[in-house]
């Protein structure tokens, strides 16, 4: 290249430059003392406190560098969940993971699938590999299996799937993540996102383990982040076929997983009731804020999260009532980057803080 054709700065690859960076849940509201933070559907307890000992007790080792294999986690992850230690795999947060995914199995000229209302990290994580992400029409806020299959093209090599998913709270049934797999071509990878796998009740649901035991191209993806309490923590998993695992393990930070961090996952796994306690609340307190909103005349969509969809109507009054809860200190999600305006995605707080939402709103709907 000619020297005097050269760019005057380094550039970026262009499609680097298409990405709209991830907008995390608020934390902070100016000229506010308390605030209450339901944008980021932590959980509701904060970390289990063995997590809590675990990770005071590493403060003397952080010199050391941690397992870069995660071992005694995985094994402790393979004994909680009937797993093979040997197909999982850790990141941090399963974000690395979804990243690693893009970037081994698409890239440039390739096309990704993915649920119009889907996690915006399978958009962000796609388009920076230089792949085409395709953003499927949903069906009343839930995957439409038939649309899935049928935007396949030849160039198709990764289809993701959060059940339940986020934001919409929609779950997907078992038979219909079967029929899914069966239609897509055999060589397109299946990423289930699973994060929120421990708030589901339903008794036919499976987070992924059925369809990754049963061939050779479905991944199954968990996080530590919503119901063990870890979000602050980033630590993720993924169980899947063997030479899918291989892959990531040959990409993936040689030490990925930091040392406090595998401490603490594995005291979380250990906490003696923490997962039953932690869904019979969020069952309870969703389902009561959910019918106490419904009752003012706020639609919910129906969630099997740590979360739901407020609905109101139109992005102007979602934005009011938005503006109106953090008057009141309380932070909620606004959907506006997902694609939906006129919703206010509300994480399952303590009753407390549900009960604030609902006291909030309430005044809202009588006076603004």
């Not at 932590?42 to 990770?55: L, R």
């Not at 093209?153 to 078992?174: C, D, H, K, W, Y």
């Amino acid at each position: 290249m000619n020297e005097m054709s050269r760019p005057a700065a380094p550039q970026p690859r262009a499609e680097v430059l298409t990405i709209e960076a991830y907008k995390a849940g608020g934390s902070k509201i100016e000229g506010v003392n308390r605030i209450v933070k339901l944008s980021s559907n932590e959980g509701a307890f904060g970390p289990p406190k063995a997590a809590q000992e675990a990770y005071l007790k590493i403060a003397a080792n952080l010199h050391r560098y941690p397992d870069g294999g995660s071992l005694e986690l995985r094994q402790a992850i393979g004994a909680r969940f009937g797993l093979d230690p040997e197909r999982l795999v850790c990141g941090t947060g399963s974000d690395e993971l979804i990243q690693h995914l893009c970037h081994i199995y698409a890239g440039p000229g390739t096309d990704i699938l993915m649920s119009m209302h889907g996690f915006t990290m399978y958009q962000i994580s796609g388009t920076y590999a230089g792949a085409r992400v395709i953003q499927v029409p949903e069906r009343n806020l839930t995957c439409d299996v038939d649309a899935m299959i049928a935007a396949v093209t030849p160039e198709t090599r990764l289809v993701f799937i959060a059940n339940p998913n986020n934001p919409t709270g929609s779950l997907l049934a078992q038979s219909e993540v079967e029929r899914l797999r069966a239609g897509l071509p055999a060589d397109i990878l299946l990423v289930l996102d699973a994060a929120y796998a421990e708030y589901v009740t339903e008794a036919d649901y499976d987070a992924g383990v059925k369809l990754v035991d049963a061939g050779e191209n479905t991944i199954m993806l968990r996080t530590f982040s919503k119901v063990f309490g870890l979000g602050g923590m980033r630590v993720g998993w993924g169980y899947g076929p063997a030479a899918v695992i291989d892959a990531l393990n040959r990409v993936r930070g040689v030490f990925n997983v930091n040392l406090a961090a595998q401490a603490a996952a594995v005291a979380a796994l250990a906490e003696p009731g923490w997962v039953e306690a932690s869904v019979a609340h969020n069952v309870q307190w969703r389902d009561w804020l959910m019918a106490a909103l419904n009752t003012i005349g706020i639609k919910t969509w129906p969630s099997h999260g740590n979360f739901f969809l407020a609905d109101f109507g139109t992005a102007e009054r979602s934005a009011a009532a938005n503006a109106y809860l953090m008057s009141r200190g309380l932070i909620v999600r606004a959907m506006n980057s997902y694609g939906l305006p006129q919703t206010l995605r509300i994480t399952v707080g303590t009753e407390e803080e549900c009960r604030m939402v609902a006291a909030a709103l309430g005044d809202f709907v009588t006076h603004a």
